[in-house]
């Protein structure tokens, strides 16, 4: 196990080890005003924790629920008004959980709770706006990708269809109130590729009413000059959820991507979409994202694909995986977070070393992945100039972005 001392020193190392050990919640932190947002399974593959804020500022969706978690090293105790982090008898940090915000208990005019239309992943809005995934629901076998749970929490936590009005309404509470500066859209595989169909008229009212940055997260679709329209509509982000770069592995964990698609679809639309940076409009900021699951495949492989991702111009997210209650792949341990930190600390150098766009955009933090910029103290190595770069451009487009949304605001 990590130091207690090295879990002090660098927050990067305590966020990787709660991802993999999980965190047990003691009885006094029952009974206290402050809940923060509450254990919810949101429709993220790999959520299901408790949020809370690291020091650093690192948020952090810390597993609970999962049996892996009950016999964790760690617990959170309340101690007064404060949250400590335990490990043992030692306090390893003080914590906060992730405020709710007021808009979480409100209704949308149709009658929903707001939570099932939108919730917050760590300070940005996630939306996941259509039915479930057609891998979860396809007879006579399922063919889901193994570790997934996107299909666990319909009608629990989330509705399964969203209609744009009712999405705007959210939108505008959550930007209101938690001051967002990024709306995520996330679907499943959907029969005749109608995903991209589903989300343009959602991004369309977003962005000339708000102005805010939009994401997407989608299946790759096999027209690639559907990118170029996503471009020219002012979407900021598109992410691939490839998750295995061994391509064996991905075949056993992910059935139905690996029949519908195949990797190289994955790979060609990471490499398209990161040609698309200097197409397009100049107003709005761009980023490709190429995502992978650590810990199902070996950390050599991981690193692989880390490099390829960052070799087109791509920045590659990388989650943690952790065994979701009810998934296929439930009873598998978690992963030891030791031979992750090459993993982690290649991410951030792979990143400074293509000069890539990292943690620039506006009150952005994210609980479920380590951010490439959160790794930087896993790595021995210095890049002064692109760092300078980064502050430039990071005040640069907080600038202009918060002068966008003021504009839309007072229209509004």
């Not at 629920?65 to 306090?91: C, V, W």
């Not at 991209?196 to 962005?207: A, F, M, Q, S, V």
């Not at 190429?290 to 492989?301: M, Q, V």
Request: hydrophobic content about 35%; some cysteine; aromatic content about 8%.
């Amino acid at each position: 196990m990590f130091s207690l001392e090295e879990l002090r020193q660098t927050p990067a190392l305590l966020k990787l080890d709660l991802y993999c050990r999980g965190m047990r919640i003691l009885s006094s932190c029952d009974g206290g005003n402050d809940t923060g947002r509450g254990v919810l399974r949101t429709r993220a593959g790999l959520g299901s924790g408790l949020e809370i804020i690291l020091p650093h500022g690192l948020w952090t969706n810390v597993p609970v629920t999962e049996g892996f978690a009950k016999s964790s090293p760690y617990a959170l105790h309340r101690e007064n008004d404060q949250f400590l982090l335990m490990r043992g008898s030692e306090i390893v940090a003080p914590v906060q959980l992730s405020p709710r915000p007021k808009w979480y208990d409100k209704l949308t005019t149709s009658g929903k709770k707001m939570t099932r239309v939108g919730t917050l992943q760590g300070t940005y809005l996630a939306i996941y706006p259509a039915k479930v995934c057609d891998y979860w629901v396809q007879k006579p076998d399922k063919v889901n990708c193994r570790f997934c749970s996107v299909g666990l929490n319909l009608g629990v936590d989330d509705d399964t269809v969203k209609s744009v009005e009712e999405v705007m309404e959210v939108v505008r509470a959550a930007r209101a109130e938690s001051k967002i500066t990024y709306v995520d859209f996330n679907t499943g595989h959907y029969e005749g590729d109608t995903y991209l169909d589903l989300l343009e008229p959602y991004i369309t009212r977003i962005k000339k009413e708000t102005g805010l940055l939009v994401g997407v997260q989608t299946p790759p679709h096999p027209d690639l000059g559907r990118y170029d329209k996503l471009r020219a509509m002012g979407v900021n982000r598109v992410s691939f959820c490839f998750e295995i770069f061994d391509r064996e592995r991905f075949r056993e964990v992910c059935p139905g991507k690996h029949a519908q698609y195949g990797m190289d679809r994955y790979l060609d639309a990471i490499r398209y979409c990161a040609s698309l940076a200097d197409r397009g409009p100049a107003t709005e900021p761009w980023v490709v994202n190429g995502e992978i699951i650590a810990g199902l495949e070996s950390p050599e492989s991981s690193i692989r694909a880390i490099n390829w991702v960052t070799s087109v111009g791509a920045v590659p997210t990388v989650c943690v995986f952790r065994p979701l209650a009810g998934t296929d792949y439930a009873k598998l341990p978690p992963p030891d977070p030791e031979p992750l930190v090459p993993v982690f600390r290649r991410l951030y150098e792979a990143c400074m070393e293509a000069g890539l766009p990292i943690g620039c955009a506006p009150n952005i933090h994210v609980s479920l992945v380590m951010l490439p910029e959160e790794c930087k103290e896993l790595s021995t190595r210095h890049y002064r100039w692109q760092e300078l770069k980064l502050a430039a451009l990071k005040r640069g487009l907080g600038w202009y972005l918060n002068r966008r949304f003021t504009k839309a605001e007072a229209r509004a």
